[in-house]
């Protein structure tokens, strides 16, 4: 396990440009099991379908689609609906230690930093009762966590300049054929921030707000680069685990996943 070590830090600034949507799955699951520290992430995905834990994967995807632009698709830790990855798409992830959890658990202490930088941008963005990020009334973003003991995950898409309508092609599955297996994803009307922004801002510049929003709030905070050991361990979980069938087709609800 990782520790603070010589640097008497909160939290952790993970470095990754990696786009492979597997890589980063598994890269988000080595930082949860293998690190004691508090981490934060941003990060991005090439195109692809990510689905929740506990999801049926073929009743969530427009299966002849993904297969017509060879769209990955890939199963994460936490639960909760598909979501459509692109470059246009920023994701976040915090991973802490947590010892009460109906407090620290709060939806609302990861997502603040984020509305903080919106606000600063005149848009008026909310959180709403299911923990979505909205725009009048639109979503630009969906959250997700999963814990395991005294560890919580907590991760969420930012819709900057995503291709809505590669999202709205790859969520869209004939609900028919699957009733009742698994759980199954809540449509919502989507929007894009950067449709919201006065001016010119493009999806670097607006990373680097939400990264100086944090580092405000966080104040004891070290940016970490990944050792090799550090990536030749997430490339072997990616092999064995995120990029496999198994895991992101085989592993459902109907056969105990």
Not at 98 to 103: E, I, S, T
Not at 133 to 147: E, V, W
Not at 168 to 185: E, H, K, N, V, Y
Request: aromatic share 10%; hydrophobic share 35%; glycine share 6%.
């Amino acid at each position: 396990m990782h520790d603070r070590g010589v640097c008497e830090i909160l939290i952790f600034i993970i470095h990754n440009d990696n786009i492979n949507p597997y890589f980063n799955l598994s890269l988000e699951e080595y930082l949860f099991r293998q690190f004691n520290n508090d981490c934060f992430m941003l990060w991005q995905n090439s195109r692809c379908v990510v689905v929740g834990r506990n999801q049926y994967t073929l009743a969530e995807i427009n299966l002849d689609y993904i297969k017509a632009h060879d769209i990955p698709v890939v199963r994460r830790l936490s639960g909760g609906g598909a979501v459509f990855h692109d470059l246009g798409n920023l994701n976040y992830t915090f991973i802490v230690t947590v010892h009460d959890w109906q407090k620290s658990s709060s939806f609302e202490k990861f997502t603040t930093p984020i509305l903080n930088v919106l606000h600063r941008l005149s848009i008026r963005a909310e959180r709403s009762k299911r923990n979505d990020l909205t725009i009048d009334g639109k979503k630009f973003s969906g959250t997700a966590q999963y814990r395991h003991r005294n560890r919580l995950l907590h991760h969420g898409t930012l819709l900057f300049s995503s291709n809505l309508v590669d999202l709205s092609s790859t969520l869209t599955a004939d609900p028919s054929r699957f009733q009742g297996r698994g759980i199954r994803s809540t449509i919502s009307q989507v929007t894009n921030i950067r449709d919201y922004i006065p001016g010119e801002l493009t999806l670097a510049q607006f990373r680097d707000l939400i990264m100086e929003q944090v580092r405000e709030v966080y104040k004891d905070s070290c940016l970490y680069t990944l050792t090799d050991h550090d990536l030749s361990q997430i490339h072997k979980l990616m092999e064995e685990k995120y990029s496999t069938w198994e895991w992101n087709f085989g592993i459902s609800p109907l056969v105990g996943g």
